[in-house]
């Protein structure tokens, strides 16, 4: 892979000054900060007994660098005045979708790129009306508008939508208003639920790939995507909705791809140290996607990863060695953790006992198994184990709410692998920037990321 890499490298230099990009992929880890990065190869290393890192795809990319990513409003930025200015290259407040401070659109380069005629695909493992993917195609004064949000999805004529489905799909205020899915069809998109049923309407000409759990209840406000931890044989996930979208826009001469891994930022918001990792890694496998492609026309290519901010403030380190192998033990998502001890008072009405959850632990943590638990351990792990009986004391993060259990256990597991976190919320820590192909070489140094926008309009040029 890495002679690979630097044959790329050599070619991106001889064709830089003479080339055009043709095919653009824009992939935005949504709350990757620079340590999500770097413990997810450190994780991978230490799986093989190793101290070091493993490289992800992305980190091998020939050009990088780190872009600060403070809004018009604030020094940390909220995911819509952030995916605002990585569409457009303009900085607005905090909660402005696709607009600058005075209201004035803010015009992505998505939006640029379809009036001359490319095609253009947007999608994420978050709802397709999240603020990131929203900032490529709608103009709302409020993020939280989701209705209006969904309509100029419907009304942007571009070609290809995947990811969660709508989170409001019915204007509550307006009865007679279509539902987002009806308005969708009715503007030429072909509405599919799955990867198998996508790739049988590859030819159609405009596609919104959402999970058939969601065109099934359209009424109902869709969820994001399950957590790659999470994930089950038939889940939709982010390589397969790159996949099918390569296919679907390759009928096009020149194409624009904008990808958001949107769960590293819930994770982060939920200080879960695996499930953010299993994140990070599914994002790459999604950037690998696009390697290949970029492999069969690296002359007319362009692909750039980045972030929209920093999410959890990670620290690698808490004064002891760092363990990150153990972060394998926890089998699926705080989230997931937190729903299935629920189920478990409920299926005992009530009558769990701590020896129960003890094995539950063990099973699903290596709490009480693979890792040792102190005598002062189990008493914090105990009250906790009480309160959530009296359903007291949850974690409530943006997008979760975790029992007390749960999230005593997250955060035990993230200590003894070594992982820190200082907030629940954003930072303004600065993300990295990783781009190879036409035009990669200007994706170096310290940057804002409201240079991003600008220099990948000009590789098109």
């Keep these: 892979m890495k002679r690979v890499l630097l044959s790329a490298w050599l070619l991106c230099l001889t064709v830089a000054i003479m080339a055009q990009a043709k095919y653009v992929f824009f992939f935005i880890g949504d709350g990757m900060g620079p340590n999500q990065v770097l413990t997810a190869e450190m994780y991978q290393a230490a799986l093989q007994g190793k101290n070091g890192r493993v490289p992800l795809l992305m980190t091998q990319f020939p050009y990088s660098g780190q872009a600060a990513t403070f809004s018009a409003s604030d020094g940390i930025t909220d995911s819509a005045a952030a995916g605002t200015c990585l569409a457009s290259g303009k900085k607005t407040n905090n909660g402005m979708i696709g607009q600058t401070p005075d209201g004035a659109p803010a015009y992505s380069v998505a939006s640029q790129l379809k009036a001359e005629g490319w095609g253009i695909g947007i999608m994420s493992t978050v709802p397709v009306d999240h603020a990131t993917p929203a900032s490529h195609y709608a103009h709302a004064e409020k993020r939280s508008n989701y209705y209006l949000i969904g309509t100029h999805l419907a009304e942007s004529n571009f070609d290809f939508f995947g990811g969660g489905g709508f989170q409001r799909p019915i204007n509550k205020d307006n009865a007679a208003a279509p539902n987002l899915y009806d308005l969708c069809k009715k503007n030429g998109y072909t509405l599919v639920g799955s990867y198998a049923e996508a790739q049988k309407n590859i030819k159609k000409r405009k596609m919104l790939l959402v999970p058939q759990v969601n065109l099934d209840n359209p009424n109902k406000g869709a969820e994001a995507l399950p957590y790659a931890i999470d994930q089950q044989e038939g889940d939709l996930n982010l390589a397969q909705i790159v996949d099918i979208a ?8 020149r194409f624009f791809m904008m990808a958001e891994g949107g769960k590293i930022d819930y994770a982060g918001h939920g200080n879960d140290g695996a499930t953010n990792i299993q994140e990070v890694l599914d994002f790459d496998r999604a950037i690998q996607l696009a390697y290949r492609f970029y492999e069969q026309h690296p002359d007319e290519t362009l692909i750039v990863v980045t972030a929209d901010h920093e999410t959890g403030g990670m620290a690698l380190g808490n004064n002891q060695p760092l363990r990150l192998e153990r972060l394998a033990y926890q089998k699926c998502s705080s989230d997931t953790l937190s729903a299935r ?3 478990l008072c409920q299926q005992y009405t009530n009558q769990l006992t701590w020896e129960q959850v003890k094995a539950f632990l063990a099973e699903n943590t290596g709490l009480f198994g693979e890792l040792a638990v102190t005598a002062e351990e189990e008493t914090v792990l105990h009250t906790a184990f009480e309160q959530m009986m009296r359903q007291q004391a949850s974690l409530k993060t943006l997008y979760a709410d975790i029992n007390a259990l749960a999230a005593k256990a997250k955060e035990m597991v993230n200590h003894k692998a070594g992982l820190g976190w200082t907030t629940h919320s954003h930072t303004a820590t600065a993300v990295p920037v990783f781009a190879i192909g ?8 310290w940057m804002d990321n409201s240079e991003i926008a600008p ?5 098109t040029r």
């Design 455 to 459: 220099l990948i309009y000009q590789a």
């Design 246 to 253: 390569i296919q679907h826009l390759s009928k096009h001469d």
């Design 341 to 343: 001890l629920t189920a």
């Design 438 to 445: 036409v035009g990669a070489e200007q994706f170096t140094g």
